[in-house]
Nanobody, 116 residues
């Protein structure tokens, strides 16, 4: 099993910044994809940013130039630096990890609310 615990969400005004963290623990051997997703009320969960199996980063078009994904390997922690936040960025943000055995794991989510 893999455990993911997000933190860093909150309420921020439009134009502000937040940094999300995701602490990864448990059987982390073989994790090869890690990323951030978000789900706004009434909408489907969508990819925000991720590291691919080749360690390349990918971003949703809506966050390019504003969000940056990064990580530390010891301990394994995933980050999402969010700048120039807009009300449409309001959502629950989830951390996701997938292992080579194709088992995927999700965190419990952290709420990000951007006021106009």
């Amino acid at each position: 099993q893999v455990q993911l615990v997000e933190s860093g969400g909150g309420l921020v005004q439009a134009g502000g910044s937040l940094r999300l963290s995701c602490a990864v623990s448990g059987n982390i051997f073989g994790i090869y994809i890690m990323g951030w997703y978000r789900q706004a009320p009434g909408k489907q969960r969508e990819l925000v940013a991720a590291f691919s199996s080749s360690d390349r980063t990918t971003y949703a078009d809506s966050v390019k130039g504003r969000f940056t994904i990064s990580r530390d390997n010891r301990p394994l922690t995933l980050y999402l630096q969010m700048t120039s936040l807009q009300p449409e960025d309001t959502a629950v943000y989830y951390c996701h990890a997938e292992r080579l055995d194709h088992n995927g794991y999700w965190g419990q989510g952290t709420q990000v609310t951007v006021s106009s």
